[in-house]
């Protein structure tokens, strides 16, 4: 439990409210570029030292949709299980031996082979797929700051130390990449290409650089790193439920990152004075959200697509809903999810609708009595996202811009044996390494894949692909078209059929011609 040292000021407020008061400052110093949380600092008044409820209300975007009621704690935890998804990812950028090697190789020879340019486009791919997850994860965190919200004083210090985490193992990932090849142009030139296969824009090697060679951005997180020094006793007092100690064991591992010359520090000083995450009546963990966010929350709006055009509203979703069956495979397409930015193929996600708790009887499926608590209410499908394979609401899942449902031509009781098998993989972590054969962390097609191989007729084929053999979301949906063990049942906000469900033999049609 964290500390609560009081000691009333003349205006009622307590220790514990200064002290969140410069947390709130350190990592809202990453703010600028995320207006609701800087709007939100400035709105905060003093609350007299009183705990609020840790449920928070924001029109902040999450992943999968805008956050209206959540519970504070339910988001930190979530951002716990994306970091520990996620930290393995990013930290493997310094241990992929074949790829470096790829990339030596074509120092000495001044040319990249066909081959070591797939390998590398794709390494820095991953790479930049867990960097976005961070960068989300980040973004999703700062409504548990919000004033307005008044999440307890505990939780919003562990929403700091999550996104503080999560800030450092960017800087350490980044940091490596740009001093690897801070003397080779040739790989800086490989890095910078535009590469459509992965969907990797142009100049992402020197957006990082610039990134971590800004003397602002570097002040911010000292600003971050400040606050987390003089509250370390409280930071290591959050140790004690198992998933939190790992975080704080990646934060040991990667805090070093941040810990920079001070000549930095004096050349951004006067232009970091001027900003307004100092005023007073910021609370201490707002202005340490801040400096976070403010760092990074720029390249979260600059990453992001801006070319959205239509979204799945709540009309679309009550006519999909009518359509579903037990195991439908769900794939959708989400214009603003920057983990979607470099994964392959127009459609990116594929979640497994396993329907409502009274149709499990029905489909004869068996499960724990800790999982039939948790597919309760209105959780319906079972989703591979960042925070892991969880089960779900059909509003999150469908808080997107564009669906595809496919349906396997499966009898019923084949379909409760896949979906049995399928809810075994409920609380694992997603793999953002994206190695297909690992069984205890799941991308989101895997889950398809691991329900439904070896059903009745139901066989995957594999595709390789930079090295690697993978089932893409973009797979089922042509496996749905050609007939070949799905078939496609409903389609929406593709060519064609923007701001249309469209059903029955047409789906096929439009899932053909689509224009990317």
């Known amino acids: ?153 505990e939780t919003q210090l562990r929403a700091f130390v999550v996104a503080y985490t999560a800030a450092c193992l960017l800087v350490r990932a980044g940091r490596f990449l740009v001093s690897s090849f801070a003397d080779h142009t040739l790989i800086q030139r490989k890095l910078n290409e535009a590469e459509p296969r992965f969907r990797i824009p142009r100049k992402q090697y020197t957006t990082i650089r610039k990134s971590l060679t800004d003397p602002v951005n570097a002040l911010r997180l000292r600003h971050a790193q400040q606050f987390a020094d003089e509250h370390r006793a409280d930071i290591d007092a959050l140790g004690g439920p198992p998933d939190f100690a790992v975080i704080l064991g990646y934060l040991r591992e990667s805090e070093a990152s941040l810990r920079v010359g001070a000549r930095q520090y004096v050349k951004a000083r006067l232009d970091y004075r001027s900003h307004s995450f100092r005023r007073r009546n910021v609370s201490a963990v707002q202005q340490a959200f801040f400096a976070i966010a403010e760092v990074f929350g720029r390249v979260v709006a600059e990453t992001r697509m801006h070319w959205r055009t239509r979204h799945v509203t709540a009309s679309v979703r009550q006519q999909i809903e009518a359509l579903l069956d037990p195991g439908d495979v769900i794939i959708t397409r989400h214009h603003d999810a920057m983990s979607n930015l470099f994964l392959p193929g127009y459609w990116p996600h594929a979640a497994l609708h396993v329907g409502l708790p009274v149709q499990r009887e029905v489909l004869g499926i068996n499960m724990t009595p800790d999982q039939g608590a948790r597919w309760a ?65 799941l991308v989101c097609t895997e889950l398809v894949y691991r329900a439904y191989d070896g059903i009745g007729d139901m066989h995957f084929e594999l595709t390789r692909r930079t090295g690697r053999l993978t089932l893409s979301a973009e797979d089922l949906v042509k496996m749905a078209v050609e007939n070949r063990g799905f078939r496609p049942v409903a389609v929406f906000g593709t060519t064609g059929c923007p701001d249309t469900v469209v059903t029955g033999p047409d789906v096929a049609r439009f899932l053909a011609t689509r224009e990317d």
């Open 1 to 153: 439990m964290v500390r609560r040292c009081w000691a009333t000021t003349s205006e009622g407020s307590g220790h514990w409210d200064r002290t969140i008061r410069d947390s709130q400052n350190a990592v809202l110093v990453a703010g600028a570029a995320c207006p609701p949380l800087f709007r939100a600092a400035q709105r905060h008044k003093d609350r007299g030292g009183q705990a609020a409820p840790a449920t928070i209300t924001s029109d902040v975007p999450l992943h999968g949709g805008i956050l209206t009621v959540v519970d504070a704690d339910d988001t930190v935890r979530a951002g716990v299980r994306a970091i520990t998804s996620l930290s393995p990812a990013v930290v493997a950028i310094e241990e992929a031996e074949v790829e470096l090697a790829d990339v030596r190789r074509a120092a000495e020879r001044g040319h990249f082979t066909p081959d070591e340019d797939g390998r590398v486009h794709a390494w820095f791919a991953r790479y930049l797929t867990a960097r976005a997850g961070l960068l989300e994860t980040i973004d999703d965190l700062q409504p548990v700051t919000d004033a307005d919200g008044d999440a307890d004083a």
């Open 377 to 441: 209410g209105a959780r319906r499908v079972l989703e591979a996202r960042k925070d892991g394979v969880l089960f779900r609401t059909l509003d999150d899942t469908l808080a997107v811009d564009a669906t595809v449902v496919i349906r396997p031509d499966l009898t019923s009781q084949q379909i409760g044996r896949a979906l049995t098998a399928a809810i075994t993989h409920e609380g694992k972590l997603y793999d953002f390494d994206f190695d297909f054969f690992r069984a205890d962390r």
